[in-house]
């Protein structure tokens, strides 16, 4: 389900078996599954996004939260701050990690303040943002970062007045449920849908 390639080792997400990494040079395979007893496991055995930021940390997202790879002990350290299905994680050029979970729309670590900020509980309950199901994050040549959505079509995140604009059915977009984003050299997104694929020129 999610696969992440660091130095040698491939780390692959599995459905329901926790993670597998696969040394490519020894071929050697260590797996990793939840185990209620100890703590120092990965907190769920089905696993939806592995991330490495650029300063080489771990994290691993599943149903029910967020985890973080100790590489020196070799464990793992659940995050408390997050609960919830993480479904994808990106960093941005600010060195900040995005969450994209579904249900509990967006949470962002402010890498200033070391904080989680959970934008569920900072917005109005009718900002749709709130408690959507978003299932992707997108980085785009412009540096926008962009959110895919089961149901409520896409978010741009707009840096300025720290909220995101909703491109939705109501605002034109055919089919709300998004799957992936992509960018084109004009600055067109791209989007596969339930309906298939979608061009939005978000210029006009």
């Known amino acids: 389900h ?3 390639l660091d130095g040698d080792d491939l780390w692959i997400g599995t459905f329901s078996r926790g ?6 040079k020894t071929k050697k395979l260590t797996n990793y599954r939840y185990n209620a007893s100890n703590l120092s496991s990965i ?11 650029k300063a080489g940390d771990i994290y691993v997202g599943t149903p029910v939260g967020l985890n973080k790879f100790d590489r020196v002990k070799r464990i793992f350290i659940r995050i408390p701050e997050i609960s919830g299905f ?13 969450l994209a979970s579904y249900g509990t729309g967006a949470i962002k670590l402010d890498v200033k303040t070391n904080k989680w900020i959970h934008y ?30 089961e149901g409520r079509g896409i978010f741009i995140y707009n840096q300025k007045t720290d909220d995101f604009e909703n491109i939705s059915e109501p605002q034109g977009l055919p089919n709300s449920v998004i799957y992936g984003i992509l960018d084109d050299p004009n600055g067109n997104l791209w989007l596969s849908s339930n309906i298939g694929l979608i061009c939005v020129d978000v210029k006009n």
């Open 19 to 24: 993670i597998d990494i696969y040394n490519t």
């Open 43 to 53: 907190n769920d055995d089905c696993i939806f996004s592995i991330y490495r930021t």
């Open 2 to 4: 999610a696969l992440l």
């Open 86 to 98: 993480i479904y994808d994680m990106k960093e941005d050029d600010s060195g900040n990690l995005w």
């Open 120 to 149: 569920d509980v900072i917005k109005k309950s009718n900002n749709p943002i709130v408690r959507s199901k978003l299932t992707s994050i997108y980085i785009d040549s412009q540096r926008r970062i962009i959110f895919s959505s």
